[in-house]
């Protein structure tokens, strides 16, 4: 192929769009580039469990960033009763949230899977509310967090002086992005959830056990945001409502990415996050951040709305 | 046997007639009850109600109120307008308690207002800053506010800034700037600051709490360094006491002054080494136990009986709500509304907030009890109160290094 061949690709053209934009914003803004890429990691790091289980098991759970509490909860108790580091309690969050996921798959999730979409998203909503209420009888609505040295560290690059520890959201999502590929792609049981997912009555004859899949995808998924949320603790308080705005943004995510496409839900929340970040920079736009991560979402969908009609036409 | 019937029934009459008059005695002298709503979900509603418990029972050991036991029944507003305006009908219809106290946010009493006029029972009320409320409650001979209302908490700290200024020279604002979060409570409170503190420069811009979805200030914390301002505060909630702090010396911002404007603090924000210098607005701190001795008394009471410190100064507050309405009860010897009302009126209680409180006309209001709030620092992991002088615990550290 010539070179105004591969220029005449559609992605080719995105990924120098990408980049042109990038080199701009390196020169305009680069505070909102870097902190950008830096806040939309961590809504990718949020998004992907919760793209596990919607694309393989098929629901939409809206207890996920009551999960992603519950795991900051949890890695606060072990810091005040153990002295035990959030990043540390990482690998202790990943075995009790794999335990509460399964367990919560299995007395709940497990019954409503044939049952009609809405009865299942207002199951999620019943354990949101649960998880939420009960950290507020536990624990009250006063915020908790850590103080710890290294989340305010910086760097200083040519003239830039910026935060370096933020960056971990974003090596977590990439390393998460390509477990959860290889995963899935290469390992039997993965190969066998994406089977699940696209068809799982085809799944089922040919012998793949459905309902396990589900079992160990949902357990993987809590297991994952549990421990995401011993990260999230590092630089934000933990209250019981701290999760449902950011279960509300990684469904956005998925939606803009579309269902099963983990690689675009990282391109979509390092965009939104540019996005929000370079909003943000200008002075009185402070608020509008919100509306342009909603505006950005509704674009993209009408984009690809639009772009799927004249593809069939 | 005509003669024994007679007797039999005079009997019985007695009896009856001993059996209504100790029934009767015991209704009249049942305990004397205060009703309270407070959002006990909340670290401010949960101590403002243990230390109404502390109070109560400090009074009933000392004998009670006029003879009678003093109980006090709190239910829960959950920081909703309808659940408040309800627990209101419930203290009033069920429980029939003889006076209302308790509150904490102005969005729940502003619903609780019309249930509250329904009855016309005295209410002494703790919370509620909002002007919004004042405007509400204008009128109202049974109704007692104590908390400072918005536009007087505005006012002392423009008095209080003035005095520190006049006090240590070396200390002068010229230049503010203001982040507040972009709901009601922020921007609400920044355009009241902007007509207090005219004569300060001020900038503000919005950001998003973390209460409410937000959590990344560094944008307007780039837009306030590049503003160099004298003192930098910002009104969010106290989700974002901690973050802010972080990312502010992440980016290596450290105005002279920092000033954090929350409802309440995290209960570890003091351990951090961050809270060094930062300023903080409130009406109380533990350390006024140093210079205030019913302040000692309340602080040793309360550990005493919680095996906690109190952290919000809804706590001296709910202590003082119920010991002002004691005393005058025992003023007024009754607890008829006019005498009541004639004696809460000559209120003059030294509160363990520090000041002595009374009863004063506000703009639309005769019942006003706190006048303002004072100006704090975190120092060596405690507040202390730099302004006003007659309550100051310590010095101020100026300027704020972040470390």
């Known amino acids: 192929m010539t070179l105004l061949g591969r220029l005449g690709h559609r992605k080719v053209q995105l990924a120098l769009g990408a980049l042109a934009a990038v080199v701009l914003l390196l020169l305009w803004k680069p505070y909102a580039l870097i902190e950008g890429v830096q806040r939309g990691g961590l ?65 709940t999730i497990r019954r409503a899977l044939k049952a009609p979409e809405l009865n299942q998203l207002l199951l999620t909503f019943g354990l949101a ?52 590929l290889l995963f899935l792609r290469r390992t039997r049981l993965g190969k066998a959830a994406l089977a699940v997912g696209q068809n799982p009555r085809g799944a089922k004859l040919v012998g793949i056990d459905v309902n396990r899949t589900y079992l160990l995808i949902f357990t993987l998924a809590i297991a994952l945001i549990g421990a995401i949320g011993a990260m999230f ?19 956005c995510l998925i939606a803009m990415a579309g269902i099963g496409n983990l690689v675009g839900i990282v391109w979509g929340g390092l965009a939104l996050g540019v996005a929000e970040a370079l909003v943000s920079s200008f002075r009185g736009y402070g608020g509008w951040a919100d509306v342009v991560f909603f505006a950005v979402l509704v674009a993209v969908i009408m984009g690809r709305s639009y772009w799927m009609r004249r593809l069939t036409a | 046997m005509f003669a024994g019937s007679k007797i039999a029934r005079g009997t019985l009459l007695a009896v009856v007639a001993v059996f209504g008059l100790v029934f009767l005695a015991g209704a009249q002298e049942g305990a004397i009850k205060l009703g309270a709503v407070l959002p006990l979900g909340d670290i401010t509603g949960a101590q403002a109600a243990k230390a109404m418990e502390l109070a109560v029972d400090e009074i009933n050991a000392a004998g009670g109120v006029l003879g009678r036991e003093l109980e006090v029944i709190v239910i829960d507003s959950e920081f909703d307008a309808a659940k408040g305006a309800a627990a209101i009908d419930r203290l009033a219809t069920v429980d029939e308690v003889d006076i209302f106290i308790g509150g904490m946010s102005s969005g729940v009493h502003l619903g609780q207002i019309p249930t509250l006029k329904k009855y016309e029972k005295v209410t002494v009320w703790i919370g509620a800053a909002s002007s919004l409320v004042e405007e509400a409650v204008q009128g109202l001979d049974w109704y ?41 409570f922020g921007t609400g409170s920044y355009q009241g600051s902007l007509i207090a503190h005219e004569d300060w420069e001020n900038i503000g811009d919005s950001f998003t709490s973390a209460a409410l979805g937000g959590g990344d200030y560094r944008s307007i914390l780039r837009l306030a360094q590049e503003e160099d301002p004298d003192i930098f505060i910002w009104v969010g909630y106290g989700s974002d006491a901690l973050p802010i702090m972080e990312q502010a010396i992440e ?35 533990p350390s006024i136990s140093n210079v205030s001795a019913v302040s000692q008394a309340f602080w040793d009471g309360y550990i005493a009986m919680y095996d906690e410190e109190p952290a919000t100064y809804f706590a001296p507050l709910g202590y003082t709500n119920v010991y002002v309405v004691v005393e005058a009860i025992e003023r007024a010897g009754t607890l008829e ?57 310590a010095l101020p550290r100026y300027p704020f290094t972040g470390r």
Do not use: C
Request: proline share 6%; aromatic share 16%; charged share 10%.
């Open chain 1, 43 to 107: 809504y990718a790091l949020i998004a992907l469990p919760m793209a596990l289980i919607l694309g393989i098991v098929g629901i939409i759970n809206l207890a996920h960033g009551e999960f992603m509490m519950l795991g900051a909860y949890f890695a606060y108790i072990l810091f005040r009763s153990a002295g035990m580091d959030p990043l540390v309690a990482i690998l202790p969050a990943l075995g009790a949230f794999a335990i509460l996921g399964a367990l919560t798959y299995i007395l």
């Open chain 1, 129 to 180: 509310m649960m998880a939420s209420q009960f950290a507020n009888l536990l624990w009250t609505s006063q915020p908790y967090k850590p103080s710890l040295m290294y989340v305010y560290s910086s760097m200083r690059v040519g003239g830039l002086t910026f935060g370096s520890y933020a960056f971990v959201y974003v090596a977590a999502a990439l390393a998460l992005l390509v477990g959860l």
């Open chain 1, 233 to 251: 603790l590092t630089r934000h308080s933990v209250f019981p409502s701290v999760g449902s705005s950011y279960t509300m943004k990684s469904f």
């Open chain 2, 144 to 184: 007692f506010h104590i908390h400072p209302w918005d536009y007087l908490q505005g006012q002392s700290y423009v008095d209080g800034w003035a005095a520190i200024e006049e006090e240590y020279p070396l200390i002068t604002i010229d230049k503010a700037f203001w982040a507040y979060e972009d709901g009601a």
């Open chain 2, 251 to 285: 980016i290596g911002f450290t105005p002279p002054l920092f000033v954090g404007s929350p409802p309440g603090w995290p209960a570890d924000f003091g351990e951090s080494p961050l809270a060094e210098g930062v300023i903080a607005y409130g009406m109380w701190a």
């Open chain 2, 337 to 393: 509304k006019e005498a009541l009302i004639d004696a809460l009126e000559a209120t003059e209680y030294e509160s363990p907030v520090g000041e002595t409180l009374t009863f004063t006309a506000s703009n639309l209001i005769d019942h006003q009890g706190f006048q303002g709030q004072k100006i704090l620092q975190w120092q060596d992991g405690e507040q202390q109160v730099i302004w006003p002088f007659e309550f100051a615990t």
